[in-house]
């Protein structure tokens, strides 16, 4: 016996076996099924871009420290600002509605910090906390101007003034300011101060709020107690901002004021709430598209309803394995894996097609066996390929796109045993009638086709040839993009408020964030210190135009 008689003899032994044992067969499947979508039901899915990004690579883990360590990825930015082509709103209406704003967002248990108004007390208590670290921030340039203001003649100007004020505004803070300080020693703390005042010019400090440079607009932050990347909060926190805007804005204060707002959790949200509807959206498509073109293509009806069969077993047992390894998933990955069910629904059609297509009017488990029989190796072979090509995608240093890999492979093994093991067993026999024709005739389409190359002679080869030429001139012109915002799924609002705040406020709030890190305090002061210096050179340079340092 040859080689290809034996294997024929053993599918024509597993397939018989499999049809004397249907009932057993398709109870166990129905079984498997039901843990299967039970297990899937457990899977978390992550909306965050940010699971895309290599975790592993330093950048990205540097990136992440700066941000979570830091909290700006979580904090709140809101905009109060007239209208467009409101000329009248006056600078108390802006305060009146962010004061009425930040009544709201302090009654909430959804926010630890507000950031809105700086008052006299607290630049006092400030100056008192710096008096107390006097010594740390002394530096050579204090030195040498304490030892320029000790100079007999400077002594003698300096209390000079001092009389002259004590003469004039005879007060009791005078006198203790006097007493307290009377070099001024305390001067060289408010430069300071001013030193590390952002150097933009975007932003304005009136009535101790910060305004845009044209007095239109009013900058309030928030830090939210939770984190962005909570998803039942964000909705909560977006929910509670958005009914509290709402009721703040409705209310008229003789100008139409306009409040928008930024921040991670509205970010998560839409990334959530718009990736979810593109999975359910796109499945969906794919899905009736197929159906579709089963209709057009199959004599029976009911071999359409079939032939989805493989791609949504696939799916329930790619879900359900990865669950048991896995709960947590990205979102962007499953719904890069839609694009799977025009894969996964190939080996049914394979099958189905070939059994549609007998002239038999009815086909009977001989016939099953015999076209199983026939497709198997092709079949086990194309699937091979194909895991293999998603399983490269295990070498990625993407989380995201191993997921992906995964997630891709398991859904078409599934689909290839279901093709194989289930779908035939519930394949109806045809009606004893007239055979019906299909509503398009697919296979009428290739017979002209191979018949104009075979007539053509290298014709065919040529045009090949032009096409790939012109295919890498194209790849040439090719660029990738490296902003993962891009990835980010914003609603139509949240893009508006975004080009809103950032339009007033963007250059104050577009600045790169530096962090040292070292296992003792005085180490990282050191360490900060030394890259003021080396930050302070590249800006006498040009190439920086303002610091901040805070340590």
């Known amino acids: 016996m040859t080689g290809k ?11 018989s076996r499999l049809f004397r044992h249907r009932a057993v067969v398709l109870i166990t499947s129905i079984f498997l099924i039901f843990l ?41 930015f809101f905009d109060i600002g007239a209208e467009e082509n409101d000329e009248t709103a006056s600078t108390d209406d802006l305060i009146f509605t962010a004061d009425r704003l930040v009544e709201q967002l302090s009654s909430s248990s959804l926010f630890t910090d507000i950031y809105y108004k700086w008052d006299d007390n607290a630049l006092f208590e400030g100056l008192n906390m710096l008096r107390e670290y006097r010594g740390v921030l002394f530096t050579e340039e ?72 044209d007095m239109k607009h009013l900058l309030i ?13 964000a909705t909560e926190l977006v929910t509670f901002i958005d009914e509290a805007i709402k009721k703040i ?12 707002y930024l921040g991670s959790h509205r970010f998560s949200l839409d990334n959530s709430t718009m990736i979810k509807g593109d999975i359910k959206r796109t499945i969906s498509i794919s899905l009736a598209a197929i159906l579709i073109l089963s209709l057009l293509v199959y004599r029976r009806p009911i071999l359409s309803l079939l032939t989805v069969l ?30 799977l069910a025009g894969i996964a629904v190939d080996y049914g059609i394979h099958l189905l097609f070939h059994i549609d297509e007998s002239t038999k009017l009815e086909h009977d488990e001989r016939e099953i066996i015999k076209t199983l029989g026939r497709l198997m190796r092709p079949l086990l072979f194309g699937v091979c390929t194909t895991v293999a090509a998603f399983m490269s995608l295990q070498v990625s240093l993407m989380p995201g ?11 078409i093994t599934g689909a290839f045993v279901f093709t194989l093991f289930i779908l035939p067993l519930i394949i109806p026999k045809r009606a004893a009638r007239p055979e019906r024709k299909p509503l398009f005739m697919v296979t009428n389409l290739f017979p002209p086709y191979f018949n104009w190359i075979s007539k053509s002679g290298r014709l065919p080869l040529f045009l090949i040839l032009i096409i790939t030429v ?6 040439t012109g090719l660029e990738f993009e490296g902003d993962v915002q891009k990835l980010n799924a914003a609603s139509k609002e949240t893009r508006k408020d975004w080009k809103e705040i950032v339009s007033n406020f963007g250059s104050a709030m577009s600045s790169t964030s530096v962090a040292v890190k070292s296992k003792r305090t005085e180490d990282a002061l050191k360490q900060n210190d030394l890259l003021y210096d080396e930050l302070l050179r590249l800006k006498e340079k040009g190439l920086i135009s303002g610091i901040q340092s805070v340590s």
Not at 470 to 475: A, D, E, K, M, T
């Open 5 to 15: 008689d034996a294997e024929k003899g053993f599918s024509a032994a597993l397939f």
């Open 36 to 76: 299967l979508a039970l297990s899937s039901m457990g899977i978390k899915l992550e909306e965050d871009i940010m699971d895309l990004l290599p975790l592993d690579d330093p950048v990205v883990q540097k990136h992440h420290a700066v941000l979570k360590g830091f909290d700006r990825m979580d904090m709140t």
């Open 249 to 260: 804005t409705s209310t008229d204060v003789g100008h139409k004021l306009h409040i928008a």
């Open 310 to 339: 493989p791609a949504l077993f696939g799916a329930f047992f790619a879900s359900g394995i990865i669950r048991l390894f896995s709960p947590e998933i990205s979102a962007i990955s499953i719904g890069c894996g839609a694009m």
């Open 401 to 411: 796109l191993r997921q992906l890999g995964l997630f891709a492979a398991l859904g």
């Open 470 to 475: 012109l295919s890498f001139y194209g790849l």
């Open 221 to 233: 932050l928030a830090k939210p107690r939770h984190a962005g990347t909570d998803n039942k909060r």
């Open 142 to 213: 204090d030195e040498r101007e304490i030892e320029k203001r000790l100079i007999p003649e400077e002594l003698k100007t300096t209390l000079g003034n001092w009389k002259r004020l004590l003469t004039e505004t005879p007060t009791p803070v005078i006198s203790q300011a006097f007493y307290r300080d009377p070099l001024s020693l305390d001067s060289l703390l408010l430069a300071k101060i001013t030193a590390m005042r952002s150097s933009d010019t975007s932003i304005v400090m009136e009535k101790g709020r910060i305004f845009s440079q």
